[in-house]
């Protein structure tokens, strides 16, 4: 059974910080690019970050130099740690596992979102 599980999230200020964590069950990190996307009401959803099982990180312009990506293999959890927030970042957050095949053995696996929230 994999589950993916956001929290971390809340109301911060602007240029505030805070950390999301994703913890993923059922989830083998050799196997699975994970990522983070964010959905803002009205908006697509779109991604924020992306690190490969050998951790290879990928961000979006949007969050380049302020969102940082990281796994932590023991306990099968993805982070991401934003910092300089900006009211623009207000969505929700989702954590995503991807194992990267098409078709029959494509596996793609979504948290239940958390929200963050960039005000003063």
């Known amino acids: 059974q994999v589950q993916l599980v956001e929290s971390g999230g809340g109301l911060v200020q602007p240029g505030g910080s805070l950390r999301l964590s994703c913890a993923a069950s059922?989830?083998?990190?050799?196997?699975?690019?994970m990522g983070w996307y964010r959905q803002a009401p009205g908006k697509q959803r779109e991604l924020v970050a992306t690190i490969t099982s050998g951790g290879t990180t990928n961000y979006a312009d949007s969050v380049k130099g302020r969102f940082t990506i990281s796994g932590d293999n023991a306990k099968n959890t993805v982070y991401l740690q934003i910092n300089s927030l900006e009211p623009e970042d207000t969505a929700v957050y989702y954590c995503?596992?991807?194992?990267?095949?098409?078709?029959?053995?494509?596996?793609?696996?979504w948290g239940q979102g958390i929200q963050v929230t960039v005000s003063s």
């Open positions: 995503n596992a991807n194992n990267l095949l098409s078709g029959y053995y494509a596996r793609r696996y």
């Open positions: 059922g989830i083998d990190f050799r196997i699975y690019t």
